[in-house]
């Protein structure tokens, strides 16, 4: 990647906030010499200064995700103060505002991205071009209908702790539950009590192991439901009515995606992506790089070799690269190689070092 003429890569402190994705593209931000500063996303020179909001002296801009391998991953906002303080927000390469109060979410899918904002005569919820409201409070959720759901938990002697309810517009559907959790449309609302996964309304009924922590429940529109747990030897699992996953180290998500579920887990220091889209199961290490922070040591998964960063240069093993100051590292354990990214005079350059 050369960057344009006059233009540096915009740095925080100790650290610039670029990355890749597994599919090679770029996404960094630079800044020009008239003091704005741009995203540089797949191919695309974005201004991260949304115009025709307020004066350029009096805004700045936040942003809120970033996701190279996403077609349009971004989502960044401009506060903007003047006469009437607003916020303007692009979601994705579309423009939302001005409101007086707005915020972007991701959706229950965790792909989407959509927002809640404050216009004129109340709070409204807009997601995939739906737009509901106006509320008198500000909505919890995406979902309004999340808020007509609710667990109100009161001191129960006979128990000598916690009784918690489901209630629906406030009358109790269930008495004594544990978790509970409502569809994206809020057409569904599944609870789980006892050793029991139920969906409201439904006979359809999910078995908890005996022994087991619950850690995470999610239900979808056409009522399936999706649970993680840990058994009593420490394992995780991840289960729906048809197919269960694991056991592994730890799970970092899993989700509905439609009618399929995705899990990505941790299993022998490796992360891992698992779809029910023909059961593929994929290393999946670019958003997840095996290290926390710019100075941290990154292992390869082995054991055997280290990287680390410095002020000087790059080492890898006992071989040093000095004046190659690094970006970003990972290990790419399908190369078998560490791979990172490096600034050098107006170039980011990918460096792949192959331990093979």
């Not at 989407?112 to 995939?128: A, C, E, H, Q, V």
């Not at 730890?250 to 992506?273: A, P, Q």
Request: contains cysteine.
């Amino acid at each position: 990647m050369t960057l344009s003429p006059g233009e540096t890569l915009y740095y925080r402190e100790h650290y610039v906030p670029a990355q890749f994705s597994a599919d090679g593209q770029c996404t960094y931000i630079t800044e020009s010499e008239d003091g704005k500063q741009w995203l540089y996303f797949r191919g695309k020179k974005i201004p991260l200064r949304i115009e025709g909001f307020g004066d350029d002296d009096n805004y700045y801009w936040d942003l809120i995700s970033l996701r190279p391998e996403v077609e349009n991953g971004y989502v960044f906002v401009n506060h903007v103060w003047g006469e009437k303080d607003v916020v303007v927000a692009n979601i994705r390469g579309k423009i939302y505002g001005p409101y007086e109060q707005l915020y972007p979410y991701l959706a229950p899918n965790e792909i989407d991205f959509g927002m809640i904002y404050y216009d004129k005569d109340g709070w409204y919820t807009s997601l995939n071009g739906i737009v509901k409201g106006p509320f008198n409070e500000m909505p919890e959720s995406l979902n309004p209908e999340d808020q007509l759901v609710q667990v109100e938990s009161t001191f129960d002697t006979e128990m000598n702790g916690d009784k918690r309810d489901l209630l629906k517009n406030g009358d109790v559907l269930v008495e004594n539950i544990q978790e509970y959790a409502v569809s994206p449309s809020g057409k569904n609302v599944a609870y789980a009590k006892g050793n029991e996964i139920i969906v409201h309304g439904s006979t359809a009924k999910q078995k908890i192991p005996e022994g087991s922590i619950l850690s995470k429940m999610a239900v979808n529109d056409a009522g399936q439901v999706l649970f993680e747990y840990r058994d009593n030897l420490g394992k995780v699992f991840v289960q729906t009515s048809s197919k269960k996953w694991g056991p592994y180290s730890s799970v970092i998500g899993s989700v509905f995606d439609g009618g399929n579920v995705v899990v990505y887990y941790n299993l022998n220091g490796r992360i891992y992506c698992s779809s029910g889209v023909n059961n593929q199961e994929t290393i999946w290490f670019d958003r997840h790089p095996k290290t926390s922070g710019y100075m941290d040591p990154l292992q390869s998964y082995d054991g055997k070799h280290s990287m680390h960063f410095s002020y000087e240069g790059v080492t890898i093993d006992e071989q040093f690269f000095p004046g190659n100051i690094g970006i970003q590292k990972w290990f790419d354990p399908k190369l078998n190689a560490f791979v990172w990214t490096s600034l050098e005079e107006n170039n980011i350059v990918l460096y792949t070092y192959d331990l093979d």
